[in-house]
């Protein structure tokens, strides 16, 4: 038992990694398709992390990050970081990666490095990319909702504790946009990070957070020149469907010229012509933020409009 007291001394208000996000000593996951940007993502984080820089909008404290890789060697993580420009130092940023040989990454082996990280470095993150890539010594069965809610993240919950860090896993969605495995992983985490992409807009990705400790949310990101994700402002998801699928087809066509009889007999739209000639003219200034810009010609008959799409710089 404890008294108010002693709950008061213990307790600790902005004890957090990622303000309203991940907590100290906290187990998170984040998931996605392959191809989306987890792990640009997740070096974004350590990057924010190791300069106490806002992350997404969001403040974090300034800890040097633990990266464990056991599906990009150091080559292709070093590609990354340059192309997005991070700027880590010796001090801020560790990589331990699988060697060619190694078919998972060993979790006891991995005890000498979490010490080290946590005892000489004060190290507060640690992202593991990917999950399915440790070796817990027990042959669980990551489909198997006892093995995972029982003993696999448990032990990952552990190290959280001993070590006093925060761990973000990462790991794959399914093709029904689900944690791949046992929903277990959903269940035991302190957090989800699930980040998904829009499957209409191009550079339109959604980040859905769900937590037991914060406020859940849904935030719409887009990915810059540099790969780094950056909120967007513009909320697309508003954008009528039938415009919607009109900007989906400009983006893959890029310059074309079109009326609206055309267009919507061309798409199957489910509108007439003259209201989405309507629809379009209203919405002209919202399409030219994301890259489309159109131009109409009047003849003795018809409008003609010409569209043409270029990746939004902003």
């Given at each position: 038992?404890k008294t108010?007291s002693?709950?008061?001394?213990?307790y600790?208000k902005?004890d957090?990694?990622?303000?309203?996000?991940?907590?100290s000593r906290?187990?998170?996951?984040?998931?996605?398709?392959?191809?989306?940007?987890?792990?640009l993502?997740?070096?974004q984080?350590?990057?924010?992390v190791?300069?106490?820089?806002?992350?997404?909008?969001?403040?974090?404290?300034?800890?040097?990050?633990?990266y464990?890789?056991?599906?990009?060697?150091?080559?292709q993580?070093?590609?990354r970081?340059?192309?997005m420009?991070?700027?880590?130092?010796?001090?801020?940023?560790?990589?331990?990666?699988?060697?060619p040989?190694?078919?998972?990454?060993?979790?006891?082996?991995?005890?000498?490095?979490?010490?080290?990280?946590?005892n000489e470095?004060?190290g507060?993150?640690?992202i593991?990319?990917?999950?399915?890539?440790?070796?817990?010594n027990n042959?669980?069965?990551?489909?198997?909702?006892?093995?995972?809610?029982?003993?696999?993240?448990?032990?990952?919950?552990?190290?959280?504790?001993?070590?006093?860090f925060t761990?973000l896993?990462?790991?794959?969605l399914?093709?029904?946009?689900?944690?791949?495995g046992s929903?277990?992983?959903?269940?035991?985490?302190?957090?989800?990070?699930?980040?998904?992409?829009?499957?209409?807009?191009?550079?339109?990705?959604?980040?859905?957070?769900?937590?037991?400790?914060?406020?859940?949310?849904e935030l719409?990101?887009?990915?810059?020149?540099?790969?780094?994700f950056?909120?967007?402002e513009t909320?697309?998801?508003?954008?009528?469907?039938?415009?919607?699928?009109?900007?989906?087809?400009?983006?893959?066509?890029?310059?074309?010229?079109?009326?609206v009889?055309?267009?919507?007999s061309?798409l199957?739209?489910?509108?007439?012509?003259?209201?989405?000639?309507?629809?379009l003219?209203?919405?002209?200034?919202?399409?030219?933020k994301?890259?489309?810009?159109?131009?109409?010609?009047?003849?003795?008959?018809?409008?003609?409009?010409f569209?043409k799409?270029?990746e939004?710089?902003?």
């Amino acid at each position: 038992m404890k008294t108010i007291s002693e709950m008061q001394k213990d307790y600790k208000k902005n004890d957090f990694i990622v303000e309203n996000l991940m907590k100290s000593r906290g187990l998170y996951c984040l998931v996605a398709r392959p191809k989306v940007g987890k792990s640009l993502l997740a070096l974004q984080l350590a990057n924010s992390v190791a300069a106490q820089n806002s992350f997404l909008g969001f403040k974090t404290i300034k800890s040097p990050t633990l990266y464990i890789s056991t599906e990009m060697n150091h080559t292709q993580i070093l590609d990354r970081i340059n192309i997005m420009n991070l700027q880590f130092t010796d001090t801020n940023f560790f990589l331990k990666e699988q060697e060619p040989n190694e078919r998972k990454l060993n979790y006891m082996d991995l005890q000498v490095d979490f010490q080290k990280f946590a005892n000489e470095y004060n190290g507060k993150l640690v992202i593991i990319d990917m999950l399915y890539g440790i070796d817990m010594n027990n042959g669980y069965d990551i489909n198997n909702y006892q093995d995972t809610g029982q003993y696999l993240i448990p032990k990952f919950r552990e190290l959280c504790q001993k070590y006093n860090f925060t761990i973000l896993l990462i790991h794959h969605l399914n093709k029904s946009n689900t944690s791949l495995g046992s929903t277990a992983i959903d269940g035991s985490v302190d957090g989800m990070l699930i980040l998904k992409e829009d499957t209409h807009i191009k550079n339109k990705i959604i980040l859905e957070y769900e937590s037991r400790d914060y406020e859940g949310f849904e935030l719409i990101l887009k990915k810059n020149e540099n790969l780094i994700f950056e909120r967007s402002e513009t909320e697309i998801e508003d954008l009528d469907y039938n415009l919607t699928v009109f900007l989906n087809y400009a983006i893959k066509q890029k310059e074309f010229t079109f009326t609206v009889s055309e267009i919507t007999s061309k798409l199957n739209l489910n509108i007439t012509p003259s209201v989405f000639g309507k629809l379009l003219n209203n919405n002209l200034s919202t399409l030219e933020k994301e890259g489309l810009s159109i131009t109409m010609k009047r003849t003795s008959t018809e409008r003609t409009y010409f569209a043409k799409y270029q990746e939004p710089l902003d």
